[in-house]
């Protein structure tokens, strides 16, 4: 069976996932959340409305969500919302993801931007154009951007190693990318490259699991370095 595609918002609107619903609790409805936020006091008011990130077949698809309640069991947030009164529903909006619309006065924290920040910057590397950021995905170990080079798209790790600057007013990232992220190395140096390359982290797919990825299963990171996650935080070695 494939994978089921679950839309998000367009990376260019200015929306913020707060959230994820991660697990029926009890039998009136609750869920726990994972918290995308430092602020869930500012996040999940009671009455906020979220828009919902699920899978194109789920019956919540298109569908906004209001928060009657958040509530602390054992330190573990849970929410309470209009509409869900029982587990059966409960579990229906399991793994959805949260988003709110972004107040355009909050700016995130230094070595962190917004996707829509990020999107559509050009890739630099040695002082030439060679390509543009398409798309930012939160992993739990890093971001990885998504660069569009000629006609194949290329996932990047958002770490300073490889990606030491950003400049958003100028429209540009530079890359420092290790042999073959790029581009196809010849078979000859591929050992080679792989010996000087530093190891990916388990959490982070292969070279080529990276490329078979068209969508990402419902897991984040969050708004300034962790606040409302579509924040990228470039990550430090």
Do not use: C
């Not at 409805?29 to 899978?55: I, N, S």
């Not at 999107?119 to 543009?132: I, K, N, Q, T």
């Amino acid at each position: 069976m494939g994978d089921v595609k679950i839309p998000r918002p367009d990376a260019s609107t200015d929306q913020l996932r707060i959230g994820r619903l991660t697990k029926a609790h009890g039998l009136k409805g609750a869920l726990k959340v994972e918290l995308y936020t430092d602020d869930p006091d500012k996040r999940f008011p009671p009455g906020a409305a979220f828009t919902l990130q699920v899978p194109t077949t789920s019956a919540w698809h298109g569908k906004t969500l209001t928060l009657v309640e958040l509530r602390w069991y054992n330190g573990q947030p849970v929410a309470f919302f209009e509409g869900v009164a029982d587990r059966v529903g409960a579990e229906s909006l399991v793994k959805a993801i949260l988003w709110i619309d972004r107040d355009p006065a909050e700016e995130p924290e230094d070595n962190a931007w917004y996707d829509f920040q990020l999107v559509g910057l050009r890739a630099m590397r040695d002082g030439e154009e060679v390509g543009v950021v398409t798309r930012i995905d939160h992993f739990p170990a890093q971001d990885l951007l998504t660069i569009r080079i000629g006609d194949r798209d290329v996932l990047v790790p958002f770490v300073a190693a490889i990606v030491p600057t950003v400049d958003v007013a100028a429209g540009t990232i530079v890359l420092t990318p290790p042999a073959g992220l790029l581009e196809e190395l010849p078979e000859a140096n591929l050992a080679a490259a792989s010996e000087e390359s530093p190891q990916p982290s388990e959490d982070v797919p292969s070279k080529d699991a990276l490329a078979e990825v068209t969508t990402i299963e419902v897991t984040t990171t969050e708004d300034a370095p962790a606040e409302d996650a579509p924040v990228a935080e470039r990550g430090e070695p």
